[in-house]
């Protein structure tokens, strides 16, 4: 109710403003908001009554000084900085190459999202290859799915390119990398971002009369691995396969380019 | 293709339960839409505003977002207002967000989307594989 009246009375002031820059409704708006400053409700001088107004906004309350940022320019940019400044306490913005950066630290590189053209899905091939993100290491090939620790700056149906491949293997061959191929590539698509089970945390100070539960979800991302690039992949027995195959050639071009 | 994702989208409908009345639903709640148009006049920076609403700003955006979902709004006077969210393997998720900020409502019903619908439960392994060896599983015999 409280800030009912206090937007109320914004609005007013915004309306006064926009439509009649003069004093007299002025003077009444800020008697009815009651600022705690004598001094601006007495200077409020047709010349310079934009100087103090922009004053009032410091002693004005939090949410009106939110909504008085359609009034004037000055005013609005203070607001945003305002709003800016709470959006980097609960989370610090990232330009592209810093979210670039800190993802390829990681292990991985955001390509896009996954289109309905798409066809990344593929059959199995035998190969696999042992890739890192953060600090675990998974075997992966293609078709599985695997849970990391939530990935930040991608979105479910994103495509990954995971890069820190440490060994890749076909039934006839092993590339071990010193300590990481440069050359291979593994790709992912993201799909899901969830909460793992519930943990219990729970501290007990024996004939103290002390005990703390907490709860906590840890946040993972699962990721399905789509293929594997860097090695030959063994032509498969059945016949239906080959085509397959050959299908796959122009798709990984595309994913490449 | 099967029970997983692999680009299909698993929530398909999302009911977003509120109340006209009380004031758990003040996040929620269409909230002076008359001053919300005022605002939108003007420059529209206005998270911290109290009792921003929820339907009024955020749900549309995410209703655009996510096309393959269904969002329905849903009136209950007297309780606490929820989200419930349906999955495509039949599950349904239902949670609370009483006296929630309207990005706090926006995160839970992000999460519904993002989510599988599957049982949660405590993971036995972070590897899930139909193929558990390329090259052979490693026993005592295997000689190199």
């Not at chain 1, 993100?133 to 939530?150: L, M, P």
């Not at chain 1, 191929?181 to 992912?188: K, R, S, T």
């Not at chain 2, 926006?106 to 060896?133: C, D, E, I």
Request: net charge positive.
């Amino acid at each position: 109710m409280a800030h009912r009246r206090c937007l109320h009375s914004a609005l007013l002031h915004a309306t006064a403003l926009i439509s009649l820059k003069k004093s007299p409704p002025l003077s009444i708006v800020k008697a009815l908001t009651s600022k705690p400053n004598p001094v601006i409700t007495t200077s409020n001088l047709e010349p310079s009554w934009f100087i103090p107004w922009s004053y009032v906004r410091h002693f004005s309350s939090r949410k009106s000084d939110d909504s008085e940022n359609e009034a004037e320019m000055e005013e609005s940019s203070d607001g945003e900085g305002e709003s800016d400044e709470m959006a980097s306490d609960m989370a610090r913005d990232y330009s592209p190459e810093e979210k670039e950066a800190e993802a390829a630290a990681i292990g991985y590189k955001v390509v896009g999202p996954l289109q309905r053209s798409d066809r990344v899905f593929k059959d199995y091939e035998p190969v696999f290859a042992v890739v890192q993100i953060g600090s675990h290491q998974f075997k992966v090939s293609n078709g599985d799915s695997i849970f990391t620790e939530r990935l930040k700056f991608c979105e479910v149906n994103d495509k990954l390119i995971l890069n820190k491949v440490l060994l890749l293997g076909s039934p006839t061959q092993t590339i071990i990398g010193r300590p990481i191929l440069p050359d291979a590539a593994v790709h992912a698509v993201v799909e899901e971002h969830a909460l793992d089970a519930k943990v219990i945390i729970f501290k007990k100070k024996r004939r103290k009369n002390y005990r703390r539960t907490k709860g906590h979800r840890q946040e993972l991302t699962k990721l399905r691995i789509t293929d594997i690039q860097g090695i030959e992949k063994p032509e498969i027995k059945t016949d239906g396969k080959p085509l397959k195959a050959a299908v796959k050639k122009p798709e990984k071009i595309a994913a490449t380019a | 293709m099967q029970m997983a994702l692999r680009g299909v989208w698993q929530l398909k409908k999302l009911i977003v339960s509120y109340c006209d009345w009380g004031g758990s639903s003040r996040g929620i709640r269409l909230f002076w839409a008359l001053l919300e148009r005022e605002l939108a006049l003007g420059i529209l920076v206005n998270n911290m505003l109290q009792g921003w609403a929820f339907m009024e700003s955020e749900l549309p955006t995410f209703k655009e977002k996510n096309p393959q979902l269904e969002v329905v709004t849903e009136l209950i006077r007297g309780q606490h207002p929820h989200l419930k969210g349906f999955y495509k393997n039949k599950n349904e998720r239902v949670v609370c967000v009483k006296n929630m900020t309207p990005e706090d409502i926006l995160l839970y019903a992000t999460r519904l989307r993002n989510a599988l619908g599957r049982k949660v439960v405590k993971l036995k392994t972070r590897h899930v594989t139909k193929h558990p060896s390329v090259q052979g599983t490693w026993t005592t015999d295997v000689k190199f």
